[in-house]
């Protein structure tokens, strides 16, 4: 039971918890912005403990989608899915289960956050299928992580205004960043078999277009702090968080795995800088 417990630990990648950290960040930027400040405890929970189930359910759904192709892929060989220790009727069994409470929590907010939460869970589900024929799957996953920012101004305001959206965009671009270093660890093997990836996409202007969506992102966040007046400890987490792409550029430039691999999940980071700068900027 408990070795069987451990594997499910490892389909669900709590045992990694970086993929929650960089689905959090953008989640907490929204409720700060929707607040204007410490969202409520009930929203500010239930967005916590959505996001844990939500991104736990998505790797689930994600390497059963993938369980034919990971076996190819020196990173993901020994998954728990792909080296048979775990069923495909475990991993979709578990994803529902965990896509069930989620759901659950999503009862307790308003009728337009419940709308959202179909389209989350839409999003979430379909993600997997997008890296098949979609040239930048990375784009779509932006969206999809993402998508707790108009959840949060939905839950806080009951209304989706521009800057939700806005913060959705620059959140697009970031996520387009980071996991287009996540993907030129596997660029080798995705080429192999087939897979899409920005990386691919991008190729010989791959750490360019990373820099770009960097300076988008960064771009994007200021414009948005100046539109609403926040004050300096923002722009100084902005600042903070450039400084951190320019040393994610050094990590990659040389397209090492091992370099690239360790830009992506220093992007931890870069998220907590824009959040600490946000929090900061709003207390009155």
């Known amino acids: 039971m408990l070795k069987k417990l451990q594997l499910y630990i490892q389909l669900t990648r709590l045992n990694k918890p970086i993929g929650i950290l960089l689905l959090l960040w953008p989640t907490l930027w929204g409720l700060w912005f929707a607040a204007q400040g410490m969202p409520p405890l009930k929203e500010l929970s239930v967005f916590i403990l959505g996001t844990v189930l939500m991104r736990s359910a998505g790797c689930a ?26 069923s495909g009727k475990e991993a979709i069994g578990v994803a529902l289960v965990l896509t069930f409470f989620a759901g659950m929590l999503a009862l307790t907010l308003n009728a337009v956050s419940i709308k959202l939460a179909f389209v989350a869970a839409f999003l979430a589900g ?12 990375q784009a779509y996953l932006g969206i999809a992580f993402g998508f707790g920012i108009p959840m949060a101004f939905a839950a806080i305001r009951g209304e989706l205004p521009a800057l939700a959206w806005w913060l959705l965009l620059a959140n697009v671009f ?8 996540y993907a030129m660890v596997d660029k080798i093997d995705d080429l192999k078999i087939g897979i899409k ?29 100046v539109s609403q007046g926040l004050s300096l400890p923002y722009f100084v987490g902005l600042i903070i968080a450039s400084i951190i792409a320019i040393y994610h550029y050094g990590l990659i430039k040389n397209r090492e795995r091992g370099a690239c691999f360790k830009a992506f999940l220093h992007n931890n980071w870069l998220g907590c800088a824009v959040f600490s700068g946000t929090v900061l900027a709003f207390i009155k």
Do not use: Q
Request: glycine share 6%; net charge negative; charged share 20%.
């Open 174 to 181: 970031w996520t387009i960043a980071y996991d287009t270093e």
């Open 126 to 137: 379909s993600y997997p299928l997008f890296k098949r024929f979609f040239a930048i799957p």
């Open 197 to 225: 990836t920005s990386a691919i996409t991008f190729g010989s202007y791959d750490v360019l277009a990373v820099v770009c969506c960097y300076a988008a992102f960064i771009g994007l966040m200021a414009w948005v702090g």
């Open 61 to 86: 759904m994600n390497d059963y989608a993938d369980r034919d192709f990971d076996k190819h892929v020196e990173r993901t060989a020994a998954r728990p899915l792909t080296s048979g220790h775990i």
